[in-house]
């Protein structure tokens, strides 16, 4: 095995678990409301606060982590940020209150937003321009196949195991992990897959701002913000919606957007394949075509949330529905990366992917504050969902606005 492909199965694996936290809390929301006295207070507690600081915080370290990453040795300081997040996602099963909770969450953010920067600065200099949309959609396919999983798990075993078993099943594999990473992996030179930017150095201060002159990054961030409003309100929210609003079973709720999670794993990979093949036709097709399905996804995505009650026969239709979202609203999410990277030197894509995560952090964690903590109260959920729907058509416009400005900045 050569050691690109020892490095990607490694970063691959190692996603898988530090994303399969992500949506553990979702399912079980009522249950975490009980354990610590909240029940009148979930939304805004569980679903707005902790999302907000969950991500913004995490966000915000990953700069600092993203900023190193361009200047340090990205072998040890990817596995100091798996620790990092894996510490405190351990700790969050044995939390005795909501207190106690709500540090354990946070501090798992850095590690999550922390490892983005990292893993796809480390790619950056293992695969070509024309290799890099499909070794990111399978990168992103482990980390979107971690995050379904751990949702079912926690959806379906926490009225037997309890809510808190998945924190402490999906963090104590990456300890082990992470050293064997520490271990084997032997870091990729810098800039040794790049052509266009072979002449450029390690980033400075000033080099900063220019990664703000570049139109598709300034595009790309944008789109990031809208476009995770929707993902991070539906991961917190949907769940415990079908089972509260719309009365169906728990296991069944959780099944229906597994399947949007599941469904969305092959959007991604679809998305990359056609990502790649219209990109190698003609850059300006990658935007143009995630920007038209994105904007398509918001019709399932309407009709998943606007569902009946539940009857003895619509559990079917629902799936549907399901199964529909999930096709169209993740093929996006590898080619925006992929654009990252091929627009971008090897000096500055710690950064500008730390960036990027930071921009998708804020989406993620104030979509679900503002719609936890505002909408929800004065609206209802209905509404609400209904109101963070429709962002993914401002994100499907900014990404059209790529098919100006990606081709004149390619550098693959």
């Known amino acids: 095995m050569n050691n690109r492909i020892k490095i990607t199965l490694q970063i691959c694996i190692i996603s898988f678990f530090m994303f399969a936290d992500q949506n553990l809390m979702g399912p079980n929301l009522t249950l975490i409301a009980e354990d610590f006295n909240i029940v009148d207070k979930k939304d805004q507690y ?4 902790i999302p907000l600081m969950f991500w913004i915080f995490g966000g915000t370290v990953a700069l600092l982590i993203g900023y190193f990453t361009d200047l340090i040795s990205r072998k040890h300081l990817f596995v100091i940020t798996v620790f990092i997040g894996e510490i405190p996602c351990l700790l969050s099963g044995f939390a005795n209150n909501y207190i106690e909770f709500f ?5 798992t953010g850095i590690g999550i937003g922390g490892i983005i920067p990292i893993t796809y600065s480390i790619l950056g200099d293992l695969y070509s321009a024309t290799e890099r949309i499909k070794i990111v959609t399978i990168v992103g396919l482990f980390s979107g196949l ?4 751990g949702q079912l798990v926690a959806g379906t075993l926490s009225d037997t195991l309890g809510w808190r078993f998945p924190f402490i099943l999906f963090a104590i594999p990456n300890f082990v992990l992470a050293i064997i990473f ?21 980033m400075s201060s000033v080099d900063f701002f220019s990664i703000f002159k570049v139109k598709t990054n300034i595009l790309v961030f944008l789109q990031g913000i809208f476009g995770t409003i929707p993902w991070g309100v539906f991961s917190i929210f949907m769940i415990d919606y079908f089972v509260i609003e719309k009365g169906y079973l728990r ?23 056609i990502g790649n093949r219209l990109y190698k036709k003609n850059p300006k097709f990658l935007p143009l075509f995630c920007g038209i399905v994105t904007i398509i996804g918001v019709i399932p995505t309407s009709l998943l949330i606007n569902s009946p009650f539940k009857t003895e026969n619509n559990s079917i239709e629902l799936l549907i529905y399901a199964f529909c979202t999930g096709l169209f609203i993740a093929m996006t999410a590898p080619n925006m990366k992929a654009i990252l990277l091929n627009v971008n030197g090897p000096y500055s894509r ?21 719609i936890g903590n505002i909408l929800i109260y004065y609206f209802g959920r209905n509404v609400a969902f209904n109101i963070a ?3 993914w058509v401002i994100c499907g416009c900014l990404i059209l606005l790529m098919v100006y400005t990606f081709p004149k900045e390619d550098g693959g």
């Open 251 to 273: 296991p069944t709720a959780t099944l229906v957007i597994t399947l949007v999670g599941g469904m969305a794993l092959f959007s991604s990979l679809a998305g990359g394949y």
């Open 103 to 107: 540090i354990m969450r946070v501090l």
């Open 146 to 149: 971690g995050i379904a999983v």
């Open 182 to 202: 520490f271990l084997t992996v032997k870091e990729p030179d810098r800039g040794k897959m790049d052509h266009k930017f072979k002449n450029i150095k390690a």
């Open 350 to 370: 710690g950064t500008v992917f730390s960036l990027y995560n930071f921009a998708d952090d804020l989406g993620r964690g104030f979509g679900p504050f503002i």
């Open 46 to 49: 569980l679903g707005g606060i």
């Open 389 to 391: 729907n429709a962002f």
